[in-house]
Nanobody
C-alpha cells in the first residue's frame, strides 16, 4: 500500500507561481513513478505531468509545457510540481498518483491516489 499526501495548494494571481508537493510512504519511494492529475468542476480528470521512478524521464501535457516542472527528491520521498506563469484555466484540484516504475498518462493505470489539493488562479 502507498499513502500519498499533497500539500502546497492555494490562491494565486494570474502570472504567479505555486509549488505543490506529494509526499509518499508505505513503499520504497525509488520504485514509484509519480504523476499529477487535475480536475476542475464539470470536467474529467486531466493528466498534467509525470516522472519515472529513476527521475530520468518526465512528461507533460501540452498546455503546461514550459510553465510547469515536475521533480523528485528521493531522500524526502517527495515529488514536486513547480507551476509558473499560472493561468485561470489552471484552476483545479490537483491530485498525485503512484504506480511502479514507469509513468503513464492515463489515470486508470495508477492504483494509488492522494486526497488532492486545491489550486485557484485569479484573473
Amino acid at each position: 500500500q502507498v499513502h500519498l499526501v499533497e500539500s502546497g495548494g492555494g490562491l494565486v494571481q494570474a502570472g504567479g507561481s505555486l509549488r505543490v508537493s506529494c509526499a509518499a510512504s508505505g513503499r520504497t519511494f525509488d520504485m514509484l513513478a509519480i504523476a499529477w492529475f487535475r480536475q476542475s468542476p464539470g470536467k474529467g480528470r486531466e493528466f498534467v505531468a509525470a516522472i519515472n521512478s529513476d527521475g530520468r524521464k518526465t512528461s507533460y501535457t501540452e498546455s503546461v509545457k514550459g510553465r510547469f516542472t515536475i521533480s523528485r527528491d528521493d531522500a524526502k520521498s517527495t515529488v514536486y510540481l513547480q507551476m509558473d506563469s499560472l493561468k485561470p484555466e489552471d484552476t483545479a484540484v490537483y491530485y498525485c498518483a503512484a504506480r511502479n516504475y514507469f509513468a503513464h498518462t492515463t489515470d486508470s493505470n495508477y492504483p494509488f491516489w492522494g486526497q488532492g489539493t486545491q489550486v485557484t488562479v485569479s484573473s
